[in-house]
């Protein structure tokens, strides 16, 4: 009879105790192996979608939309498939309500490469307005 001991998740070699518990290590080993080789190729499969470029063609790109007393004008520019940077260029927005929507919503839209970011509290009409205007220039800047 042999005596079961807990099978340790260590980089020692496992100890002979019997060959029942042998098989178990080995079918254990074997799992791991796959599960980080599966990691591996999805890691490997993001790593290449992320540099081939983006989703996005390079340039810069206007962009338009409805705010709470005018239009937002502003430009997005791409840089390697990516949101580089976003620069408004007209707005009637009323001032201090809305001044802080005018920076940290690019900022949000550029660090999550995405225009589904929160409003600001407060000036969430302009917010809004922002991530329009940036979705209708990528709009322009699809890949073909």
């Known amino acids: 009879m042999c005596h079961e001991i807990p099978i340790a998740r260590t980089t020692a070699p496992p100890k002979k105790v019997c060959p029942q518990l042998e098989n178990a290590r080995e079918a254990y080993s074997i799992r791991t192996t796959r599960a980080v080789m ?7 499969l993001l790593v290449a979608s992320c540099s081939s470029g983006g989703k996005w063609a390079e340039g810069t790109y206007q962009g338009r939309a409805p705010g709470v007393h005018g239009d937002v004008l502003l430009t997005v520019t791409v840089e390697k498939g990516r949101i580089a940077k976003i ?5 009637e927005e009323a001032a201090g309500v ?3 929507a005018f920076t940290r919503v690019p900022e949000e839209i550029i660090k999550s490469q995405s225009t589904k970011v929160d409003a600001v509290s407060g000036a969430s009409g302009t917010s809004n307005a922002i991530m329009t205007a940036v979705e209708d ?5 699809v890949k073909k």
């Open 137 to 141: 220039a990528l709009s322009k800047a």
């Open 38 to 44: 599966i990691a591996a190729a999805i890691c490997g």
């Open 87 to 91: 620069t408004i260029d007209k707005q």
């Open 98 to 100: 809305s001044d802080l």
